[in-house]
């Protein structure tokens, strides 16, 4: 046995892998460098089939804090605008609609699919569920399940993002599970392994140093919960609930101020009587804050809703400060919110469904998913671009109705 025989030996031996052996043969496109090499120990509670479990770190204080009025509406602006937004399945880039067998049937089955994804939910409330957990702790999961049926091929489940866990040690094997559902119950029904075709997995914010993604909410997690504390201190303040300020009685003996209590306890608290008082020394009010609406922290809360804003990449004029908003400023902060906060994820969204579903699990890599809207909001200005791009001859009639998302005209012709 030779020199390098040997060493190749001994990598397999102890590392398990093959050891280029600098005579020109090849890595075999095998990985070479560490998956999240931060992650000292993974925990993995259930012990078996591989699974290196990361879990999510407090899902249930996100999901709380979603349900407070400013991050409610920050959610809403981005899964709403996203949600409603019209959608087509086309034929993918570098294909010709020619040239793809069954191209229109096809596309008709993936779009009716899409529109029923399961017995109970519609398009609309399937991805709804997926975004919400997308911006809260960017956890969105979605279940694909094959049916055998041709003009019914898949099934679609939202999942809980949050009880999913991820394999890191997954080496890019169809046939191995990458992840696994902690169901909460006892024994082998506590963990359902879910394939790489099996789940899709949508990441807000990917990093190299974690397997999961970083949602909005928990960006602006401290904040939040600094705004509400300030929230709540205001709104006891306003209530009277906080006193600020106290009577002095100069000179009082005890028996004068125990006296005065009791009357003012039950005779002027509560009554809204007018108090009268007969005494040798004028009482002084002593106060211990401004007595202003500075004493709310209005100021305070401003800048933490700017700082939430932020976060959700919005200009706070959308979640309710109008104070420097006017005619020509605020239709330049609107197209800024959906550049920034509504395109990034709805491309996101659409580059999972066509490579997870479309791809991974059919096997139709000719097709593709795409939302109508992102390129411009201003229909105007869109179908100005369009009419100069025909006119120019840049882009033909079937082109244009298909960037619509309309049929060829003899198809449509042929469907009248």
């Known amino acids: 046995m030779g020199m390098q025989a040997k060493v190749r030996d001994v990598w397999r031996r102890v590392v398990g892998v093959e050891a280029?052996?600098?005579?020109?043969?090849a890595t075999k496109g095998e990985r070479k460098t560490a998956m999240l090499p931060s992650i000292l120990s993974p925990y993995n509670p259930a012990g078996r089939m591989g699974q290196s479990a990361l879990p999510?770190?407090?899902?249930?204080?996100?999901?709380r804090l979603a349900e407070t009025p400013v991050v409610r509406r920050a959610i809403n602006v981005v899964k709403d605008r996203i949600a409603s937004m019209d959608w087509q399945i086309r034929v993918r880039r570098g294909y010709r609609e020619a040239?793809?067998?069954?191209?229109?049937?096809?596309?008709?089955?993936?779009?009716?699919?899409?529109?029923?994804?399961?017995?109970a939910d519609s398009f609309r409330v399937l991805w709804e569920q997926v975004l919400e957990d997308l911006l809260v702790g960017g956890f969105g999961a979605v279940e694909m399940e094959a049916t055998g049926d041709l003009l019914r091929p898949f099934h679609l489940w939202a999942v809980d993002g949050a009880t999913i866990q991820i394999d890191g040690r997954w080496d890019g094997s169809a046939d191995k599970p990458r992840y696994a559902q902690a169901t909460g119950r006892l024994g082998a029904a506590g963990l359902v392994p879910l394939r790489d075709d099996e789940?899709?997995?949508?990441?807000?914010n990917p990093r190299t140093h974690s397997s999961f993604g970083l949602g909005r909410l928990e960006v602006a997690f401290?904040?939040?919960?600094?705004?509400?504390?300030?929230?709540?201190?205001?709104?006891?303040?306003?209530?009277?609930?906080?006193?600020?300020?106290?009577?002095?009685?100069?000179e009082a003996t005890p028996e004068q101020h125990d006296r005065l209590i009791r009357w003012w306890q039950d005779e002027i608290e509560g009554t809204g009587r007018v108090p009268l008082l007969s005494c040798e020394q004028k009482p002084e009010v002593l106060r211990f804050a401004g007595g202003t609406d500075a004493d709310l922290r209005l100021a305070w809360q401003e800048a933490l809703i700017r700082m939430i804003a932020n976060a959700f990449d919005l200009p706070p004029m959308l979640l309710g400060l109008q104070q420097d908003v006017n005619r020509s400023t605020?239709?330049?902060?609107?197209?800024?919110?959906?550049?920034?906060?509504?395109?990034?994820?709805?491309?996101?969204?659409?580059?999972?469904?066509?490579?997870?579903?479309?791809?991974?699990?059919?096997?139709w890599r000719?097709?593709?998913?795409?939302?109508?809207?992102?390129?411009?909001?201003?229909?105007?200005?869109?179908?100005?671009?369009?009419a100069e791009l025909l006119r120019a001859g840049v882009l033909t009639v079937d082109e244009v109705r298909a960037m619509r998302g309309?049929?060829?005209l003899a198809a449509a012709e042929v469907a009248r």
């Open 56 to 63: 999510k770190p407090t899902p249930a204080n996100l999901r």
């Open 222 to 250: 401290e904040t939040v919960n600094q705004f509400l504390s300030a929230s709540r201190y205001a709104g006891r303040l306003a209530s009277n609930s906080v006193v600020q300020y106290a009577l002095w009685l100069n």
């Open 99 to 119: 040239e793809v067998e069954d191209a229109a049937a096809r596309m008709a089955v993936l779009r009716r699919c899409l529109e029923e994804p399961n017995a």
């Open 199 to 204: 789940l899709m997995y949508v990441r807000l």
């Open 366 to 386: 000719e097709f593709e998913f795409c939302f109508n809207e992102l390129e411009s909001r201003d229909e105007l200005e869109e179908v100005q671009i369009q």
């Open 20 to 25: 280029a052996a600098g005579d020109g043969d």
């Open 330 to 363: 605020a239709a330049e902060m609107a197209d800024e919110a959906f550049q920034s906060a509504v395109v990034p994820v709805a491309k996101l969204l659409q580059e999972h469904i066509t490579r997870d579903l479309f791809a991974k699990k059919l096997g």
């Open 406 to 408: 309309l049929l060829p």
